[in-house]
């Protein structure tokens, strides 16, 4: 039973376009979520995250929304530049004192120039 | 200052052996989780470690097995290896502050059973 789901396996978007990648998540538990993304050959780099107390946080050009009702996060990119190109995971974390994340399956993102 | 460091980074087993893997946290960091990265089952918890004891294990069988030392460098086990082991380990750092936060991951350890 997946608790976190990316039900894109793939986007892709235009050089200076936006990029929206998805996520819903099932457990209600879940109170804090992550993105991470992943380059080939490396480990999954923290990119942004959000409280459930919040419903937007921002950080440059990664704006993160979470819709509690709905059980859905998405993770918006603008401008898209090809350097954003990699696998993107959505993760997330329940009231424990642990770090334990949840991961989504991930969302392999191509920008084009 | 230097990131989460993972030996090996390759290594090849065969069914019925156990291997070592060892992580070592950005320095100051406390906790050292362990995630399995596979195909078909994406990315998977496996434990963490603070202060040397386990805080908590994820849903796998008892032939996976960690540590941390007083240092913080953390090694994990699996015992009697399954071809299904093949993955790639990923070992994450943090502070281990109450809340998750962001967790530092390595580059990971690839390991082929045949």
């Known amino acids: 039973d997946q608790q976190v789901k990316q039900n894109s396996p793939s986007l892709s978007v235009q050089e200076g376009r936006i990029s929206i990648l998805n996520c819903d998540y099932t457990?209600?538990?879940?109170?804090?979520f992550l993105w991470y993304k992943k380059y080939p050959a490396e480990g999954p780099t923290f990119l942004i995250s959000i409280s459930s107390i919040k419903d937007k946080n921002e950080d440059g050009r990664f704006t993160v929304f979470l819709n509690k009702s709905a059980k859905h996060l998405s993770l918006h990119i603008v401008p898209s530049q090809p350097g954003d190109s990699a696998v993107y995971f959505c993760a997330a974390s329940g009231r424990t004192f642990t770090r334990e994340l949840t991961f989504g399956q991930g969302t392999i993102l191509t920008v084009h120039p | 200052k230097a990131g989460v460091t993972q030996t090996p980074r390759y290594l090849i087993k065969t069914r019925g052996q156990q291997v070592t893997l060892s992580c070592s946290p950005i320095?100051?960091?406390?906790?050292v989780s362990w995630y399995q990265q596979t195909p078909g089952q994406g990315l998977q918890f496996l434990f963490e470690?603070?202060?040397?004891?386990?805080?908590n294990k994820g849903n796998f069988p008892g032939r996976f097995s960690g540590r941390q030392f007083s240092n913080s460098r953390s090694e994990m086990n699996v015992s009697t290896l399954e071809l299904g082991d093949s993955a790639l380990y990923l070992c994450a750092s943090s502070l281990g502050q109450a809340a998750p936060g962001e967790l530092f991951f390595g580059e990971g350890s690839r390991l082929t059973v045949l």
């Open positions: 320095s100051g960091h406390r906790s």
């Open positions: 457990n209600s538990m879940f109170d804090y």
């Open positions: 470690y603070f202060s040397e004891t386990q805080r």
